[in-house]
């Protein structure tokens, strides 16, 4: 009696559908995520496995200051803007200012790549890797607005389309390079996929290119660059704190336990990111421009009730699958070799679990541009996560890097809860106070 009238109102939620329009897109990504990872695990193993990830998070930092930081921030105000005379002015400015940080970028790591090398390898022979990665940046930061302009325009469509080509190209390109160079070949695809990206990303806007006419000549308001620049500013704290901490994290696992050690540690928590994926596809692609069009807080409140009835059974269903059939996935995911992470499984998980429940709140806070807390909080966590990581990991090995994240993820969540659904959400909140600034009701 209870559950039968509730079924179809659920059914017809937007979420719900968003979920399984983006649903083949994702399965892409996880299938391309799969077999690279396969390749990698085969050809590479645990070691260069770990060498790999080092350059990966550097590259997200590299490629967060390449795009100034502003994806989230496109999404917004083109969502806001859609189908308004002030959508164009803001195509035009925003990417302008996008290419700006490109180009910036882009020198510097050419200037810096040898410095860059030995901040990731210990050594400075992998130089070139970074002066590709300098060139490539602004290829990336172009595709990437694309991206987020079909995002913002909640043209679901195009934008799954797209992300599915990228993943698949990429997984082409990045097979056929480990294959022939190995480890340099895989370096070299991280790099040079952005550039792939970004050719394929224009036939996907050709109907949105008016947008851009003239971009050149049009000059920057201050209003653009501040409206921007909050959302730089919450993008720099997390993408430059959370790649960093993952640098850290691996670094001390190869000091006090071994390389083998840190590829293991990022083998499961890239298995851990094959089912967040289309979680945090949905998240990005509905939760966003969906929060941010809505200002009145009984609406928001549905909507993150809305969520939470949606993604805990999803994830519970996902956690627990993975969990079963965690020996079948090493094999098939892996390799033998990474046998030893299946003690992993259950706390990262859980961490996975908490994990996603916060970002329901999260997003909410990107939504609103609530900079002050969102600093304090992703701060918090990161600092918190590499402190605990660290002795844990003195003490335990790699479980203590796993249980950590666990640990640190379940707080995240209780804070979030706490702060944004029980106090900012209230109907009797004063949201003009400083912990709120930045905010927009």
């Not at 550097?58 to 200051?65: D, G, M, Q, R």
């Not at 970074?130 to 991206?147: C, D, E, H, R, V």
């Not at 997984?171 to 190995?182: D, G, N, R």
């Not at 335990?396 to 995240?412: P, Q, W």
Request: aromatic letters at 16%.
């Amino acid at each position: 009696m209870v559950i039968k009238p509730k079924l179809p109102a659920f059914t017809q939620q937007s979420l719900f559908k968003v979920f399984f329009s983006t649903g083949f897109t994702s399965g892409l990504k996880i299938l391309s995520a799969i077999v690279l990872s396969k390749v990698i695990a085969v050809r590479l193993g645990p070691e260069g496995l770990a060498l790999l990830g080092q350059l990966t998070s550097f590259v997200s930092i590299a490629l967060l200051l390449g795009t100034g930081g502003f994806t989230n921030g496109i999404i917004k105000y083109t969502s806001q803007l859609n189908s308004t005379a002030g959508l164009t002015p803001f195509v035009q400015q925003s990417f302008k200012i996008s290419l700006f940080f490109a180009s910036a970028i882009g020198i510097l790591l050419i200037i810096l790549s040898k410095w860059c090398s030995i901040l990731c390898f210990n050594t400075g022979n992998y130089d070139f890797i970074f002066m590709l990665l300098g060139i490539s940046i602004i290829f990336y930061a172009s595709g990437n607005y694309f991206t987020s302009l079909l995002n913002g325009l909640s043209d679901y469509k195009l934008f799954n389309w797209l992300n599915g080509l990228n993943s698949m190209t990429s997984l082409v390109m990045s097979v056929i390079l480990i294959h022939a160079y190995h480890l340099n070949g895989a370096f070299i695809a991280v790099v040079l996929n952005q550039t792939v990206s970004c050719i394929i990303s224009v036939f996907f806007v050709k109907k949105y290119l008016h947008l851009f006419e003239g971009f050149r000549k049009k000059a920057v308001e201050k209003k653009w660059l501040k409206n921007l620049g909050k959302f730089s500013l919450m993008a720099f704290t997390t993408v430059m704190l959370v790649p960093t901490t993952q640098i850290f994290i691996r670094q001390t696992l190869i000091i006090h336990v071994g390389v083998t050690a840190a590829g293991n540690w990022e083998a499961i928590n890239r298995i851990s990111a094959l089912y967040l994926t289309l979680l945090l596809n949905v998240m990005l692609i509905y939760y966003l421009p969906k929060l941010s069009a809505i200002n009145q807080k009984d609406k928001l409140r549905r909507e993150i009730r809305n969520g939470f009835r949606f993604f805990v059974p999803v994830v519970l269903v996902g956690g627990i699958t993975i969990f079963l059939f965690r020996f079948i996935i090493i094999n098939v995911f892996l390799s033998p070799r990474f046998t030893a992470i299946q003690d992993l499984f259950l706390p990262q998980l859980l961490g996975d679990f908490f994990k996603i429940l916060a970002y329901l709140y999260a997003y909410l806070v990107i939504a609103k541009g609530l900079n002050i807390f969102f600093i304090i909080t992703e701060v918090t966590t990161t600092l918190l996560l590499a402190v605990s990581s660290f002795f844990l990991i003195k003490w335990y090995g790699t479980t203590g890097a796993v249980y950590s994240y666990m640990v640190v993820y379940i707080l995240y969540f209780l804070v979030q809860h706490l702060f944004i659904g029980k106090f900012y959400l209230h109907e009797n909140t004063n949201t003009t106070s400083w912990l709120w600034k930045g905010g927009r009701q």
